[in-house]
């Protein structure tokens, strides 16, 4: 044994000064952490889940264009909250339908670093007006838009997209394509995750 130096089941001793041990023992597996257990950065959204405020007592309340009953989102064409029971959130109490009297849509502009990647993350179903009617809107991010549909009314897997920011600010837009309808789309739990 050198007296200035030992190195015996995974804890090092150095010059009598400080005891460095390693986690979980000398026979502990070293493995790899799963993408799921690891931090995803942090959400820059707000009210992603439509939780701020409680929009009226009733199964589902239209908002118009311009309406601010929304905190960090801007409407820009009629959507309706919907209010568990009559449609189970997938987080909270209140969920998106992106159909107010007929198509609408809305926005927000979330914080951005330029150049740095963001995953959007949202769930999806039909409003429980629709049944099994497929209903179909687009979601626009930075300089992309994406389409996506579904004739379920369950929430399933969460909706994923990425971008790289150009820009300080990138705004993030739902709008519904079912047109000629008063029931559409359902979103909840959004989240934009980055740096």
Known sequence: MNGNHMLRLGTLVGFGLFTLAGCGGPDAALTEPELSSVEQG?????????????????NSVILNAGSTALPGWTITS??????SPYKAAQDGVQS??????????????VPTVVGAYYSITFYASV????ATVRREATISYGPKTS?????SGAWSQPRMYG?????????????????????????????????
């Not at 998106?96 to 502009?109: A, C, H, T, V």
């Open 78 to 83: 009629a959507i309706k909250v919907m209010k």
């Open 127 to 130: 409003s429980p007006a629709c």
């Open 163 to 195: 971008f790289t920011a150009t820009s300080t600010t990138t705004r993030i837009e739902f709008t519904s394509t079912s047109t000629f309808t008063n029931c559409g789309l359902a979103i909840d739990n959004f989240k934009v995750s980055g740096p």
């Open 42 to 58: 942090i959400n820059v959204a707000t009210n992603g889940s439509f939780e701020t405020h409680a929009i009226g007592s009733v």
């Open 96 to 109: 998106i339908d992106l159909n107010g009297y007929d198509w609408g849509s809305l926005y927000q502009d």
């Open 147 to 151: 389409a996506f549909s579904t004739t």
